[in-house]
């Protein structure tokens, strides 16, 4: 069998094809990952926006917060269920909300970005552990105060702390910034919810979230509510309701992401295609040199595969590091779910390294083979005389 020296030796011989198809394959990879993360990145914020041991409670075939409604006698009798927590001292875990659409325009730009724009109560933290404050405080019940997740305040100049926000023709001062584990709270904006109902003219909720004692009891809290014939309402799991809303985006990023690494891979698969048959051309003499010193056309076979795979893997490792750097990356999209805007980070997982590598080193292998079956097949004779020629 042909040592490993001969396939390095023969790559550093032909460094600057080599390099190029590295550069080529580690692209493709680069583009495929940076698809793969994105989505995972979009599921996760969405996802995490829940906790298990939340229920989350709808209008009976509301698609969103934002179009449901229950009523405020409704969420009385509600929060006086068994099943709902409550707190050390004594308070019942349930937060009724008002959920609206928040337009700001984007900082450098004249278009406008819609956020989702959440009246509750300070019983919130207490039913979303993972939200809690970093800068300022909470608002005071009956004022035109707001907090805004740390994205709001990253993205929206307008919206940092002490700065003050126009909607509803009323000015309303940011008193506090809030983080929520990366979850999709931390693109949102929170106030008072009966101050949002009075500025807004509404009359009724547009959501119910409560804290379950155990989240087991959420099936006979649900059976119980949905067959209830005065509520006409919906009961979900709070992360199954997120991530029910992700999963439609992240396949519409996926299917496209998809569609682009494959085209760009053809590309790829071609130019390694043609460096390697290059190589065998260049090679033919050299290719019955070994034949002649006995070595097989197996062999060979695995040689040229072996260079080919060498690419593969060199491009794999350098896209997936490539790729590692849109981690430090936030970008912004439009949650179709409240039509609003959704801060996330690119996320990557040991499966997506594994997966990216896998990718190069099949696309490396798929254009090596031809090549490498054509140099194996070569005819000793015909190899050696193209030096007389």
Same mark, same amino acid.
């Given at each position: 069998?042909?040592?490993?020296? =001969?396939?390095?030796?023969?790559?550093?011989?032909?460094?600057?094809?080599?390099?190029?198809?590295?550069?080529?394959l580690?692209?493709?990879?680069?583009?495929?990952?940076?698809?793969?993360?994105?989505a995972?990145?979009l599921?996760?914020?969405?996802?995490?926006?829940?906790?298990?041991?939340?229920?989350?409670?709808?209008?009976? /075939?509301?698609?969103? +917060?934002i179009?449901?409604?229950?009523?405020?006698?409704?969420?009385?009798?509600?929060?006086?269920e068994?099943?709902v927590?409550?707190?050390?001292?004594? #308070?019942?875990?349930?937060?009724?909300?008002?959920?609206?659409?928040?337009?700001?325009?984007?900082?450098?730009?004249n278009?406008?970005?819609?956020?989702?724009? #959440?009246?509750?109560?300070?019983?919130?933290? !207490?039913?979303?552990?993972?939200?809690?404050?970093?800068?300022? #405080?909470?608002?005071?019940?009956g004022?035109?105060?707001?907090?805004?997740?740390?994205?709001?305040?990253?993205?929206?100049?307008?919206?940092?702390?002490?700065?003050s926000?126009?909607?509803?023709?009323?000015?309303?001062?940011?008193?506090?910034?809030?983080?929520?584990?990366?979850?999709?709270f +931390?693109?949102e904006v929170?106030?008072?919810?009966?101050?949002?109902?009075?500025?807004?003219?509404r009359?009724?909720?547009? @959501?119910?979230?409560?804290?379950?004692t155990?989240p087991? !009891?959420?099936?006979?809290?649900?059976?119980r509510?949905? +067959?209830?014939?005065?509520? *006409?309402?919906?009961?979900?799991?709070?992360?199954?309701f =997120?991530?029910?809303?992700?999963k439609?985006l992240a396949?519409?990023?996926?299917v496209?992401?998809?569609?682009?690494t494959?085209?760009f891979?053809?590309?790829?698969v !071609?130019?390694?295609?043609?460096t390697?048959s290059?190589?065998?051309?260049?090679r033919?003499?050299?290719? /019955?040199?070994?034949?002649?010193?006995?070595?097989?056309?197996?062999?060979?076979?695995?040689?040229?595969?072996? +260079?080919?795979?060498?690419?593969?893997?060199?491009?794999?490792?350098?896209?997936v590091?490539?790729?590692s /750097?849109?981690?430090?990356?936030?970008?912004?999209?439009?949650?179709?779910d409240?039509?609003?805007e959704?801060?996330?980070?690119?996320r990557?997982?040991?499966?997506?390294?594994?997966?990216?590598v896998?990718?190069?080193?099949?696309?490396?292998?798929?254009a090596?083979?031809?090549p490498?079956? *054509?140099?194996? @097949?070569?005819?000793?004779v015909?190899?050696?005389?193209? *030096?007389?020629?």
């Amino acid at each position: 069998m042909l040592s490993a020296s =001969y396939t390095m030796k023969n790559l550093w011989a032909r460094r600057v094809t080599a390099g190029l198809t590295v550069i080529g394959l580690g692209l493709v990879v680069f583009v495929f990952l940076g698809v793969l993360m994105l989505a995972h990145g979009l599921e996760h914020t969405l996802t995490s926006t829940g906790d298990p041991n939340n229920a989350i409670i709808l209008r009976k /075939g509301a698609l969103s +917060e934002i179009d449901s409604q229950v009523s405020r006698e409704h969420t009385k009798v509600l929060a006086s269920e068994p099943e709902v927590r409550l707190a050390d001292d004594g #308070r019942t875990l349930a937060v009724n909300e008002l959920g609206l659409q928040l337009t700001l325009v984007k900082p450098g730009t004249n278009s406008l970005a819609s956020l989702v724009l #959440r009246g509750t109560s300070h019983e919130s933290l !207490l039913v979303r552990p993972k939200v809690r404050l970093t800068h300022g #405080r909470l608002w005071a019940p009956g004022t035109t105060e707001v907090i805004v997740g740390k994205q709001v305040a990253a993205q929206f100049p307008m919206a940092s702390l002490g700065r003050s926000l126009r909607f509803g023709q009323r000015e309303w001062t940011v008193v506090g910034i809030f983080e929520a584990d990366g979850s999709g709270f +931390e693109s949102e904006v929170w106030g008072d919810v009966e101050q949002f109902m009075m500025t807004f003219h509404r009359t009724a909720f547009t @959501s119910m979230t409560v804290r379950l004692t155990n989240p087991t !009891l959420l099936g006979p809290f649900k059976g119980r509510i949905e +067959e209830d014939p005065r509520f *006409r309402v919906t009961v979900r799991r709070e992360p199954e309701f =997120y991530e029910e809303k992700a999963k439609t985006l992240a396949r519409m990023i996926r299917v496209t992401g998809l569609f682009l690494t494959s085209v760009f891979s053809v590309g790829a698969v !071609l130019g390694a295609t043609m460096t390697m048959s290059a190589s065998v051309a260049q090679r033919t003499t050299e290719i /019955g040199t070994l034949r002649t010193l006995g070595f097989t056309r197996r062999e060979i076979l695995q040689a040229f595969l072996t +260079e080919s795979a060498g690419l593969g893997l060199i491009g794999g490792v350098i896209g997936v590091i490539a790729a590692s /750097g849109l981690q430090f990356v936030t970008v912004s999209t439009l949650n179709m779910d409240s039509m609003s805007e959704l801060a996330f980070r690119f996320r990557l997982t040991s499966l997506m390294i594994v997966q990216g590598v896998g990718f190069a080193l099949i696309m490396s292998v798929v254009a090596g083979f031809f090549p490498a079956a *054509r140099a194996a @097949s070569l005819d000793i004779v015909q190899a050696l005389g193209e *030096r007389t020629i």
